[in-house]
T-cell receptor, first 115, second 116 residues
Framework: AQSVTQPDIHITVSEGASLELRCNYS??????LFWYVQSPGQGLQLLLK??????LVQGIKGFEAEFKRSQSSFNLRKPSVHWSDAAEYFC?????????????FGTGTRLKVLA | ETGVTQTPRHLVMGMTNKKSLKCEQH?????MYWYKQSAKKPLELMFV???????ENNSVPSRFSPECPNSSHLFLHLHTLQPEDSALYLC???????????????FGEGSRLTVL
């Protein structure tokens, strides 16, 4: 069965510092991978996605992620964090089940940014 | 009009009440989803509809009853809920096709449900 693991529940970084959020997935075929961000009281917004091709993908708000098949990972990075990046981040894998396409989410990583 | 709209944003109901959550998407997508988001838990997929047909019911209790009259509208009818059903209910849509889905989920802002 497909699954997504985000090992870090909380991460705190200082503004201007670099950021890496970890994501590991379990899926038998080539995965479709996503990172979403959720601000308090809001829905989820897509940051970036990987389907195929270049394993380093660029997203919105200066985020990027790298797909590493050998490690079953899709870690999210940002070179310099801004206070407005404080939110919860979700990694997801897309998979086709018996019917419609399904999206499996990790438990999320809550990011706190120190001024 | 935003892509996916959910109403109401907040709902408080007693255990004996009957209420409904509404979701509308203006993106022309053919698949719609209900997710439940509880504290400290992963997003739980509840139901999936594709072209108005239910294609996924993730062992959801019968006190939750979905309805999808067309590809743009999705409802979640609620009755005799329990306090543990209090959560943020998120609606999402995507474009699914027989050849594969290379799209992503577009989410609404959610309906925060509190069951007393």
């Amino acid at each position: 069965a497909q699954s997504v693991t985000q090992p870090d529940i909380h991460i705190t970084v200082s503004e201007g510092a670099s950021l890496e959020l970890r994501c590991n997935y379990s899926y038998g075929a080539t995965p479709y991978l996503f990172w979403y961000v959720q601000s308090p009281g809001q829905g989820l917004q897509l940051l970036l996605k990987y389907f195929s091709g270049d394993t380093l993908v660029q997203g919105i708000k200066g985020f990027e992620a790298e797909f590493k098949r050998s490690q079953s990972s899709f870690n999210l990075r940002k070179p310099s964090v801004h206070w407005s990046d404080a939110a919860e981040y979700f990694c997801a894998v897309g998979a086709r089940g018996s019917g419609t396409y399904k999206y499996i989410f990790g438990t999320g990583t809550r990011l706190k940014v120190l001024a | 009009e935003t892509g996916v709209t959910q109403t109401p944003r907040h709902l408080v109901m007693g255990m004996t009440n009957k209420k409904s959550l509404k979701c509308e998407q203006h993106l022309g997508h053919n698949a719609m989803y209900w997710y439940k988001q509880s504290a400290k838990k992963p997003l739980e997929l509840m139901f999936v509809y594709n072209f108005k047909e239910q294609t996924e019911n993730n062992s959801v209790p019968s006190r939750f009853s979905p309805e999808c009259p067309n590809s743009s509208h999705l409802f979640l009818h609620l009755h005799t809920l329990q306090p543990e059903d209090s959560a943020l209910y998120l609606c999402a849509s995507s474009q699914d096709s027989a050849g594969g889905n290379t799209g992503e989920l577009f989410f609404g802002e959610g309906s925060r449900l509190t069951v007393l």
